[in-house]
């Protein structure tokens, strides 16, 4: 079946860096637009950033715009998206989701979802 698993999440001090992985099965990982999306308490999930199947075409939200870098690695089936200087407004339940147009995962339509890890950013 279908699995999206996150790991990398944790707790983090203001200006500190994280690496979030997302590895996938059961669906042709390589044919699949990537990204990822959080949900912070009390609040709608939104779009964080998402990467073309080819790895060439990526997409981020402004609040992360030259912070945050999403990549993949095809042959690992793994999606990652690596946080530096990270701020307290960054503190969320981090989502992998799939789909199969980036447009459309921009958006916030994904064909497979992960459970999420969380991220705390907190002095």
């Known amino acids: 079946q279908v699995q999206l698993v996150e790991s990398g999440g944790g707790l983090v001090r203001p200006g500190g860096s994280l690496r979030l992985s997302c590895a996938a099965s059961?669906?042709?990982?390589?044919?699949?637009?990537m990204g990822w999306f959080r949900q912070a308490p009390g609040k709608e999930r939104v779009f964080v950033a998402g990467v073309a199947w080819s790895g060439d075409i990526t997409y981020y939200a402004n609040s992360v715009k030259g912070r945050f870098t999403i990549s993949r690695d095809n042959a690992k089936n793994t999606v990652y998206l690596q946080m530096n200087s990270l701020k307290p407004e960054d503190t969320a339940v981090y989502y992998c989701?799939?789909?199969?147009?980036?447009?459309?995962?921009?958006?916030?339509?994904?064909?497979?979802w992960g459970q999420g890890t969380q991220v705390t950013v907190s002095s």
């Open positions: 989701a799939a789909d199969h147009n980036i447009n459309t995962l921009r958006v916030g339509y994904g064909d497979y």
């Open positions: 059961g669906f042709t990982f390589s044919s699949y637009a």
